[in-house]
């Protein structure tokens, strides 16, 4: 697993206390890889809010509207909208500007993790992935 | 016998076989649970035709071709239930998108291996094929790697084509 430390998780926080448990979004076209990551959520023993699951960066963008949403977790290759393009949206949004986006994908080059990095992704983990050392990272980052 | 294409390098075949095993055996220990032991190649191309499942995913860069894992449905379902941690009774939509996301994780691990003596290289999302009478044919291969596995669950082969890319 590779992975580099980046931005501050922005839960629902009223002055200095998180008051609402966060609500997270999964992306990947693999449902097999959305049910691993769900579960991997809930063994980090963390309250959390909705946990929503789409299978593409267009979809993601759909259900983010409207929501507040503190942490997103995205695949790099799917269809339709790639997991790269939907960190650039949120990028250039100023409502998402800051949100947490960890890529988790089997893209481990290089090159592309420095893409990604560039783009703003705040943690990169490559596929294969060991449950405990994503459960520990994940757990880290939701408990900023 | 090594290649050599715009100044880089192209593994051998053992090379590339050995590439091939080292990422499918980090697929099987960190998301399987599971060791995977090598045995001898099987035959490349399937000119025999078999049922079971095909999952296929497209390669391109300095090199183009693809990566297939082959299984029986019994197999499939063994390596879904061993993902998903949860039982599976018989094909399914679930299943081949876990054996989709299988092969992902190999042929992705593959590439970045590979990655660094060819330089960079795009992948595909998967195509998985369930059903019977499955016949495989490449019209154009320079490199052909061919590993059998076998782990608890039984057998399985994984195939990478690769041909140098027209310019």
């Given at each position: 697993m590779e992975s580099y430390s980046g931005r501050r998780l922005n839960g629902v926080i009223?002055?200095?206390?998180?008051?609402?448990?966060?609500?997270?979004?999964?992306?990947?076209?693999?449902?097999?890889?959305?049910?691993?990551?769900?579960?991997?959520?809930?063994?980090?023993?963390?309250?959390?809010?909705?946990?929503?699951?789409?299978?593409?960066?267009?979809?993601?963008?759909?259900?983010?509207?409207?929501?507040?949403?503190?942490?997103?977790?995205?695949?790099?290759?799917?269809?339709?909208?790639?997991?790269?393009?939907?960190?650039?949206?949120?990028?250039?949004?100023?409502q998402w500007h800051d949100l947490p986006v960890v890529m988790i994908t089997t893209e481990g080059g290089q090159a592309r993790v420095e893409e990604a990095i560039e783009l703003g992704a705040t943690s990169y983990v490559r596929k294969p992935f060991s449950a405990d050392l994503l459960r520990d990272k994940l757990a880290a980052l939701l408990s900023k | 016998m090594t290649q050599e294409q715009a100044g880089r390098v192209i593994p051998q075949q053992n090379e590339m076989a050995e590439m091939l095993f080292a990422a499918t055996q980090e697929v099987f220990t960190s998301m399987l649970g599971s060791e995977i032991q090598q045995l001898s190649a099987p035959e490349a191309e399937r000119s025999t035709p078999f049922d079971g499942v095909l999952s296929?995913?497209?390669?391109?860069?300095?090199?183009?071709?693809?990566?297939a894992l082959v299984c029986s449905a019994e197999m499939a379902c063994d390596l879904s239930s061993r993902l998903l941690c949860a039982e599976v009774s018989g094909v399914d939509e679930q299943v081949l998108d876990a054996v989709g996301e299988i092969t992902n994780m190999i042929v992705g691990g593959f590439k970045n291996l590979l990655e660094a003596h060819v330089g960079p290289l795009q992948m595909s999302i998967p195509s998985v094929i369930f059903g019977k009478n499955i016949c495989t044919r490449d019209a154009r291969a320079d490199v052909v790697v061919a590993v059998r596995c076998a782990f608890p669950g039984g057998e399985f082969d994984l195939t990478v084509r690769l041909a140098t890319a027209r310019k």
């Open positions: 009223k002055g200095n206390m998180r008051t609402e448990p966060p609500n997270l979004l999964i992306v990947d076209d693999s449902t097999a890889i959305r049910k691993i990551l769900l579960r991997v959520l809930h063994q980090t023993g963390l309250e959390l809010g909705q946990v929503l699951e789409a299978g593409d960066g267009k979809e993601a963008l759909r259900l983010m509207e409207g929501r507040d949403i503190s942490l997103v977790l995205s695949d790099i290759n799917m269809p339709n909208m790639d997991g790269l393009e939907l960190l650039r949206a949120l990028r250039g949004s100023p | 296929l995913i497209g390669l391109a860069g300095a090199l183009i071709g693809n990566g």
